[in-house]
């Protein structure tokens, strides 16, 4: 591969995860026009086998849009808390049918440091067990970041917000209030270090 900077040339990658195996992955993109790319990752696992995703994306300078087909892993829209969410033991594959995401970018507030976006994904999802309209709507406000020195080498980071994630199989319904803050350091032009805290509370 290539080292120039202007070169995105991807090579195709692997690894391995337990319980799928050994995996190679080729990612593919292919331009439309400069808002419009079709993009996909081919997928092949030793224990799953083939597991190709394909995405059609248009970028706006305000939003986006994208409608996703085939097969993801440990997927939910912004959380695990949904029905088809995966925990830390378990991989849990689900089929998009498609799915239809739409996304507001990050607006400021007036003239505050805070600033605003918003999430609308909709999406048939098919798992081993069961079939599911899924509904995941985020409101989601970040503030800039505040430095804690003059160099700006340590900075602080603050979001909350707001998600509903809707199941038709079920009927299930998931409100969620959201709270994340982090510390990060630049210990220097490659290196990072950082703590965080996320909070989550769901009322169903």
């Not at 799915?99 to 994904?121: C, V």
Request: glycine share 6%; net charge neutral.
């Amino acid at each position: 591969k290539s080292l120039k900077r202007d070169d995105d040339e991807e090579m195709p990658s692997f690894g391995y995860r337990d319980p799928d195996g050994y995996w190679v992955k080729q990612h593919l993109n292919f331009p439309l026009s400069e808002e419009v790319s079709l993009r996909t990752d081919l997928y092949y696992y030793t224990q799953k086998g083939f597991k190709p995703t394909f995405d059609a994306l248009y970028e706006h300078k305000d939003y986006t849009f994208q409608v996703s087909m085939g097969d993801y892993s440990n997927v939910s829209a912004s959380s695990g808390d949904s029905a088809f969410g995966g925990s830390s033991n378990t991989v849990n594959w689900v089929t998009k049918q498609p799915e239809f995401r739409f996304d507001l970018l990050a607006k400021p507030i007036g003239k505050s440091p805070w600033k605003y976006h918003f999430t609308a994904l909709v999406g048939k999802w098919t798992d081993d067990t069961k079939t599911s309209w899924h509904h995941d709507y985020v409101l989601y406000f970040k503030r800039e970041p505040i430095y804690l020195d003059k160099k700006k080498t340590w900075t602080w980071n603050n979001g909350f917000g707001l998600e509903q994630v809707r199941e038709s199989y079920d009927g299930s319904v998931q409100n969620m209030v959201r709270y994340n803050t982090s510390i990060s350091k630049k210990i220097n032009s490659w290196s990072y270090a950082w703590t965080g805290y996320n909070y989550t509370n769901t009322n169903q």
